[in-house]
């Protein structure tokens, strides 16, 4: 009888479709996003380049301070971006929330989308007791779903 | 003159992968004008067909959004250090309204 071998199980990087999420970041965008509710929230989480770990939730302003729109300050976006750099990181996930709308991107948040390899998490709070909570890939224009898998302490918020 | 272009992914394909290039020029024009000789097609994506900064893209000298230096008329000097990001920025409006808000 032959025996599998079992690859690394403690790593979830790399999985085609798939955004892993700790379940304590995910809490801290929800938290984020109701905060700013309203106005739509956004933001990144870092991870370590190529793991595809989202490991370090960084809450953005929206310079847009807006309903329907949002825009990091360039001036953070720069100081959060160096700071990626310096830590050999990169942003795993970006999110923005929809206020009344479904957590789907918008037109505007495809012709936006400039960073290929960063998963676009979308969060929509126009339920006021239930969060819709999507996962896109956008690139070139194409927008494509992915799951989102949503795990219980794999790093701490 | 020398001055050091840090280039973000999504315009690593004008650049044959790399992330810092090198270019010269003593405005931002200027710059861009060397960069897209050498590189081309980058200036069509760093400015609009009438001239102006694209609004999908953030450009710093140093530590300044271009933005506040006179746009593209930023006076450059040699050892500076221009990064290149892609805006973040969407929503739910509709891009026609966002557009007509941001002058895409």
Same mark, same amino acid.
């Given at each position: 009888?032959?025996?599998?071998?079992?690859?690394?199980?403690?790593?979830?990087?790399?999985?085609?479709?798939?955004?892993?999420?700790?379940?304590?970041?995910?809490?801290?965008?929800?938290?984020?996003?109701?905060?700013?509710?309203?106005?739509?929230?956004?933001?990144?989480?870092?991870?370590?380049?190529?793991?595809?770990?989202?490991?370090?939730?960084?809450?953005?302003?929206?310079?847009?301070?807006?309903?329907?729109?949002?825009?990091?300050?360039?001036?953070?976006?720069?100081?959060?971006?160096?700071?990626?750099?310096?830590?050999?990181?990169?942003?795993?996930?970006?999110?923005?929330?929809?206020?009344?709308?479904?957590?789907?991107?918008?037109?505007?948040?495809?012709?936006?989308?400039?960073?290929?390899?960063?998963?676009?998490?979308?969060?929509?709070?126009?339920?006021?007791?239930?969060?819709?909570?999507?996962?896109?890939?956008?690139?070139?224009?194409?927008?494509?779903?992915?799951?989102?898998?949503?795990?219980?302490?794999?790093?701490?918020? | 003159?020398?001055?050091?272009?840090?280039?973000?992914?999504?315009?690593?394909?004008?650049?044959?992968?790399?992330?810092?290039?090198?270019? *010269?020029?003593?405005?931002?024009?200027?710059? @861009?004008?060397? #960069?897209? =000789?050498?590189? &081309? $097609?980058?200036? +069509?994506?760093?400015?609009?067909?009438?001239?102006?900064?694209?609004?999908?893209?953030?450009?710093?000298?140093?530590?300044?959004?271009?933005?506040?230096?006179?746009?593209?008329? *930023?006076?450059?000097?040699?050892?500076?250090? @221009?990064?290149? #990001?892609? =805006?973040?920025? &969407? $929503?739910?409006? +509709?891009?026609?309204?966002?557009?007509?808000?941001?002058?895409?």
């Amino acid at each position: 009888m032959g025996t599998a071998t079992v690859g690394v199980v403690n790593s979830h990087g790399n999985v085609n479709g798939v955004l892993t999420i700790d379940s304590a970041i995910v809490q801290a965008i929800v938290a984020h996003a109701r905060r700013d509710h309203p106005d739509e929230a956004c933001g990144v989480v870092a991870g370590p380049i190529g793991s595809d770990v989202p490991a370090r939730h960084i809450p953005m302003d929206n310079a847009a301070r807006s309903m329907t729109f949002y825009e990091f300050d360039s001036m953070e976006h720069l100081r959060v971006w160096r700071e990626m750099d310096d830590r050999d990181e990169e942003p795993v996930v970006i999110y923005h929330s929809h206020t009344a709308t479904e957590a789907f991107p918008s037109r505007t948040d495809i012709s936006f989308a400039g960073e290929p390899n960063a998963h676009y998490l979308l969060v929509s709070t126009r339920e006021p007791d239930s969060e819709e909570i999507r996962s896109f890939r956008i690139v070139d224009g194409v927008v494509t779903e992915e799951e989102v898998n949503i795990v219980d302490a794999t790093v701490k918020a | 003159m020398a001055i050091e272009v840090r280039v973000p992914t999504i315009l690593r394909s004008y650049t044959g992968g790399a992330k810092i290039v090198e270019g *010269a020029g003593d405005t931002l024009t200027a710059l @861009i004008d060397d #960069l897209d =000789a050498k590189h &081309g $097609g980058l200036k +069509g994506r760093l400015i609009t067909p009438e001239g102006n900064l694209h609004r999908f893209v953030n450009i710093y000298v140093n530590d300044e959004d271009v933005r506040f230096l006179g746009a593209l008329d *930023a006076k450059l000097n040699d050892g500076d250090s @221009i990064t290149i #990001l892609p =805006a973040v920025a &969407g $929503g739910a409006l +509709g891009f026609a309204a966002a557009a007509a808000l941001l002058g895409v």
